[in-house]
């Protein structure tokens, strides 16, 4: 049994491949791909019923390598840039409205900047 497969990633219609031991774990693989396609993406495979699979965990990624497995060693996936989705704090423009009238203006001022004194009348060198 090989040791390695052929991990072939198409991103953007773009064709890259790598070597990869059946060891390395999907933290690694994923690294790999951030590093090569960008951060926020997504990766997917198409198993034996001809179905998109979603590869997020060492789970999966084993068992898309049972597919290269009793292939040819090849796993190729497929990989998209990731719709960017709001952040659980985000407000939507439906909210501002009734955000902005329970909100009460400040009144206040701000308080005013500490002053600095200086400690030693000698200057001190920050590099030579």
Same mark, same amino acid.
């Given at each position: 049994?090989?040791? @390695?497969?052929?991990? /072939?990633?198409?991103?953007?219609?773009?064709?890259?491949?790598?070597?990869?031991?059946? /060891?390395?774990?999907? +933290?690694?693989?994923?690294?790999?791909?951030?590093?090569?396609?960008?951060? +926020?993406?997504?990766? @997917?495979?198409?198993?034996?019923?001809?179905?998109?699979?979603?590869?997020?965990?060492?789970?999966?990624?084993?068992?898309?390598?049972?597919?290269?497995?009793?292939? /040819?060693?090849?796993?190729?996936?497929?990989?998209?840039?990731?719709?960017?989705?709001?952040?659980?704090?985000?407000?939507?423009? +439906?909210?501002?409205?009734?955000?902005?009238?329970?909100?009460?203006?400040? @009144?206040?001022?701000?308080?005013?900047?500490?002053?600095? @004194?200086?400690?030693?009348?000698?200057?001190?060198?920050?590099?030579?």
């Amino acid at each position: 049994m090989t040791e @390695t497969y052929v991990l /072939n990633v198409d991103f953007n219609g773009e064709c890259n491949v790598f070597h990869v031991s059946y /060891n390395t774990t999907w +933290d690694t693989v994923d690294m790999l791909l951030k590093v090569n396609c960008g951060e +926020d993406i997504k990766v @997917t495979y198409t198993d034996e019923e001809e179905d998109q699979v979603c590869i997020n965990s060492q789970a999966e990624l084993e068992e898309a390598l049972k597919c290269a497995r009793n292939g /040819n060693d090849i796993l190729s996936v497929q990989v998209v840039e990731a719709p960017s989705t709001p952040a659980e704090n985000d407000i939507s423009r +439906d909210d501002v409205d009734s955000v902005q009238e329970a909100a009460a203006p400040v @009144t206040e001022e701000p308080s005013p900047a500490p002053e600095l @004194t200086l400690v030693t009348a000698e200057p001190t060198k920050l590099s030579e």
